[in-house]
């Protein structure tokens, strides 16, 4: 087990409050996935809570380790990078999926199909 690694003041401030703001979000989300009524409105509340939950927390942890090895840890921009990349788009296939089943199953409480495109020469096209 390692020692409680020692920070100056100011960042261990920094990372305190960007670990709990981020927890905080985190928590948010999920108390919005359990309380929010329909799926189209709950897919947002963990989506969000994700992103900025785990980018503050993966801030908090670059300044950490930054501050302690004295030289910039930037690995956790990647993490950082694919979650925000894949969480919304994970969220937009779900939306799509469960709308495309809910209208395939003639459900009426279900948002309108987004409208298709028209055929023919799309802007710039000769």
């Known amino acids: 087990m390692s020692q409680a690694p020692d920070l100056p003041l100011w960042a261990a401030l920094l990372v ?5 703001a981020g ?4 928590l948010l989300g999920s108390i919005g996935l359990v309380k929010l009524r329909s799926f189209y ?4 509340a ?13 801030i908090a942890s670059m300044i950490c380790f930054s501050v302690l090895r004295s030289r910039p840890l930037v690995h956790e921009l990647l993490i950082s990078l694919f979650v925000t990349i894949t969480t919304p788009v994970t969220l937009m296939l779900l939306a799509r999926a469960a709308l495309y089943r809910d ?3 003639g459900r ?3 948002p309108p199909l987004p409208k298709s495109r028209p055929e023919g020469p799309r802007p ?3």
């Not at 305190?16 to 709990?20: E, G, I, N, P, T």
């Not at 927890?23 to 985190?26: E, S, T």
């Not at 963990?46 to 993966?58: E, M, V």
């Open 23 to 26: 927890a905080g979000v985190a």
């Open 103 to 105: 209208h395939a199953e």
């Open 46 to 58: 963990p989506s969000l809570g994700a992103t900025l939950g785990a980018g503050c927390i993966l």
């Open 16 to 20: 305190s409050v960007l670990v709990v």
């Open 41 to 44: 409105s709950r897919v947002h």
């Open 108 to 110: 009426t409480n279900v």
């Open 124 to 126: 710039g096209e000769g």
